[in-house]
């Protein structure tokens, strides 16, 4: 294991100390927690408070998109580890301006049980507080982890959309609402070229040979559905977006946004590239997508890899969202 | 070499076609080029058109940092190879709006050339070009590819500051006399944990064995100054600060900018702790920085590693500058 740190048993304490220290006017950690809110919290008055977070490795998600129009507060738990349901209570009560609190929760296990309790405890104290559970990666049913599908990049697509909405004043029942028309058109698949290494463990989660490539692979290392010898960046996005059609129908009549997303090894040279043919393909099809970003957004520590997100946009409105104006670290 | 793309000799094409399809609204391919000029270029009108590239590899440096209140145009050559000088004066045309185009190089020999050729050619055209040598990285002198010291992380700062500037109306000898002060201010000091790959060339630019680290490495595996077992953050911290401290003589009294750049294949996790290694470092000699961002600005494909940029703000506007709003892909 080559990393830059010090005690790998601190690796998150002292992320997200630097994360606090390098931006102070966006960012506040909460005492006693690795949870961070808004620093500028008085702007968030009177709108729903959103909060999201899980195990940390995913960076810049989800610290990075805390911010004006976007996240209210982020959980940040042990690396691929549920933040627990007292750190999360203490980001939902600091989000919480007296319209509610909605959550983002990946669809991980841990993280389902863990928001949920928080939710409870939340609500003891008088806060509302609704959720979703994002399950956007196609690849797989019932992984590691996982009851059903993995919440992938996604995710961030969906703190952008409720973002904004949260931002131009829905309330909680509308953001609600929002969230589960947004989720069924919201499918993502991701292959990796080499494992992440958690920094406590030491050693890579899986292993590939030289020339070979996992196709549906998790943001935890989980496996996909299948591993052959790498292919050309062509042929990886038609495999990719195929299946992607296969759940989405793909229809030249409607109006699509893509997420590509490295999964933190892979330079943007790469990711750019990837691009190249994901738009390529989808010509051919008369299709260009009207919203697109290509970078780290979902990342699984130094996993060499990407994911493509497709969202189609059943309404209008969701692109406005999209591109309403945010100010975060990462978005 | 594992990468995802298709012929190793189209890598730079290909990279440019999918930036410039995902970010239509920020970026124009110059015909028969690989150069992305702003997409608006009507809010140029009047102003002191920028111009930067050099090698690819680096991204999102420059193409990322195109976009109003930056960058005018962005010069992409082969990977880790200077841009022709034809392509530089298609950049220069397209960013002349009648005030003049200002040029910022990074030091390396190619460039330097290339550049000035260019810059020949567009006063030939009556267009007024002037430029700054950009070498804020203090590990070594006349490195590979280079007279004097290299330019590396820092250029984005620099980039940041005169975008600023120009945009805010200041004229081509304003311009130029602005990047002079800043220059002497800005030291940049970078550490390698693993070497990139340029694809054409299919094996990694250096070897280091699986503990070790080499300090002072290039942007394009140019050695640095030493190599030894990987220290814990702290250390590298303190190796690099101090060298830092050398050349810009700290003080309390002064205010400081910091930015703290990954690699490429260095995830966001070790940044931050990095990040608040510094930060710790520079609070016990009393120091807070006024300004810092933590991210992938001037990579080297797959490269591992970071680099630290610390720029002296001598000047109370280069922090206005710095904090101004700006639109591009990257920054």
Same mark, same amino acid.
């Given at each position: 294991?080559?990393?830059?740190?010090?005690?790998?048993?601190?690796?998150?304490?002292?992320?997200?100390?630097?994360?606090?220290?390098?931006?102070?006017?966006?960012?506040?950690?909460?005492?006693?927690?690795?949870?961070?809110?808004?620093?500028?919290?008085?702007?968030?008055?009177?709108?729903?408070?959103?909060?999201?977070?899980?195990?940390?490795?995913?960076?810049?998600?989800?610290?990075?998109?805390?911010?004006?129009?976007?996240?209210?507060?982020?959980?940040?738990?042990?690396?691929?580890?549920?933040?627990?349901?007292?750190?999360?209570?203490?980001?939902?009560?600091?989000?919480?301006?007296?319209?509610?609190?909605?959550?983002?929760?990946?669809?991980?296990?841990?993280?389902?049980?863990?928001?949920?309790?928080?939710?409870?405890?939340?609500?003891?104290?008088?806060?509302?507080?609704?959720?979703?559970?994002?399950?956007?990666?196609?690849? +797989?049913?019932?992984? #590691?982890? %996982?009851? !059903?599908?993995?919440?992938? *990049?996604? @995710? $961030?697509?969906?703190?952008?959309?409720? =973002?904004?909405?949260?931002?131009?004043?829905?309330?909680?029942?509308?953001?609600?609402?929002?969230?589960?028309? +947004?989720?069924?058109? #919201?499918? %993502?698949? !991701?292959?990796?070229?080499? *494992?992440? @290494? $958690?920094?406590?463990?030491?050693?890579? =989660?899986?292993?590939?040979?030289?020339?070979?490539?996992?196709?549906?692979?998790?943001?935890?290392?989980?496996?996909?559905?299948?591993?052959?010898?790498?292919?050309?960046?062509?042929?990886?996005?038609?495999?990719?977006?195929?299946?992607?059609?296969?759940?989405?129908?793909?229809?030249?009549?409607?109006?699509?946004?893509?997420?590509?997303?490295?999964?933190?090894?892979?330079?943007?040279?790469?990711?750019?590239?990837?691009?190249?043919?994901?738009?390529?393909?989808?010509?051919?099809?008369?299709?260009?997508?009207?919203?697109?970003?290509?970078?780290?957004?979902?990342?699984?520590?130094?996993?060499?890899?990407?994911?493509?997100?497709?969202?189609?946009?059943?309404?209008?409105?969701?692109?406005?969202?999209?591109?309403?104006?945010?100010?975060?670290?990462?978005?």
């Amino acid at each position: 294991m080559k990393k830059i740190m010090n005690d790998p048993s601190n690796v998150v304490s002292e992320m997200v100390a630097g994360l606090v220290s390098a931006y102070p006017t966006y960012l506040t950690q909460l005492p006693e927690t690795t949870a961070v809110v808004r620093a500028d919290r008085a702007s968030m008055q009177g709108k729903v408070g959103l909060v999201s977070g899980g195990g940390s490795g995913h960076e810049p998600a989800h610290a990075g998109f805390v911010g004006d129009g976007m996240l209210s507060a982020a959980v940040c738990g042990q690396v691929f580890t549920s933040p627990t349901p007292d750190q999360i209570y203490e980001a939902i009560k600091a989000s919480d301006t007296g319209a509610g609190v909605f959550l983002i929760i990946k669809n991980y296990s841990g993280d389902v049980m863990n928001f949920e309790m928080a939710k409870d405890m939340a609500e003891l104290d008088d806060i509302k507080v609704s959720s979703i559970v994002v399950d956007d990666d196609i690849a +797989v049913e019932n992984s #590691l982890y %996982t009851q !059903g599908k993995r919440g992938v *990049a996604g @995710t $961030v697509l969906m703190h952008k959309i409720l =973002g904004a909405a949260a931002d131009q004043g829905a309330n909680l029942a509308e953001i609600e609402a929002l969230a589960k028309e +947004v989720m069924p058109h #919201l499918k %993502t698949l !991701g292959v990796a070229l080499s *494992a992440a @290494t $958690v920094p406590e463990v030491g050693k890579p =989660g899986f292993e590939l040979a030289d020339d070979e490539i996992e196709y549906g692979v998790g943001i935890h290392s989980e496996p996909g559905y299948r591993r052959e010898k790498l292919q050309p960046s062509k042929e990886l996005v038609a495999e990719m977006l195929t299946k992607l059609d296969e759940a989405l129908q793909f229809d030249a009549t409607k109006k699509y946004a893509v997420l590509i997303n490295g999964m933190g090894a892979t330079p943007l040279m790469e990711q750019y590239i990837f691009s190249n043919d994901v738009f390529n393909w989808l010509k051919a099809k008369d299709i260009t997508p009207v919203f697109s970003k290509v970078g780290n957004y979902m990342t699984s520590l130094e996993m060499a890899g990407i994911s493509l997100t497709v969202l189609e946009l059943a309404d209008e409105k969701w692109l406005e969202y999209l591109n309403y104006q945010v100010d975060t670290i990462a978005w």
